[in-house]
């Protein structure tokens, strides 16, 4: 994908418990992005988003509220360009 933006992002918060993993996936796909999605031990979500620069930008701005239920109370990139997706997908927590 040339172009692309890959970003790796934790969010915190009341992400768990709320259908944040399954709302990630359908709004990544929704936006046409790849990666993936997890739940963390410590209580938090990790995501890798893959995809067109503004579709990335709109996905971490979404990020910010998620789900009804969600509580998001942070949202920090942890690396940029990491990997290569060609499709978007929920993973065991770690």
Request: glycine share 14%; with cysteine.
């Amino acid at each position: 994908m040339t172009g692309a933006r890959t970003v790796h992002i934790r969010i915190e918060g009341r992400v768990q418990g709320v259908g944040y993993r399954a709302w990630t996936q359908s709004a990544a796909l929704d936006l046409g992005l790849a990666g993936w999605v997890r739940n963390r031990r410590d209580g938090a979500v990790e995501a890798v988003i893959q995809g067109e620069p503004d579709k990335v930008a709109e996905m971490l701005r979404k990020c910010r509220t998620g789900p009804l239920g969600a509580s998001v109370t942070r949202v920090e990139i942890i690396g940029e360009g990491v990997g290569a997706f060609d499709r978007f997908e929920v993973r065991r927590t770690a």
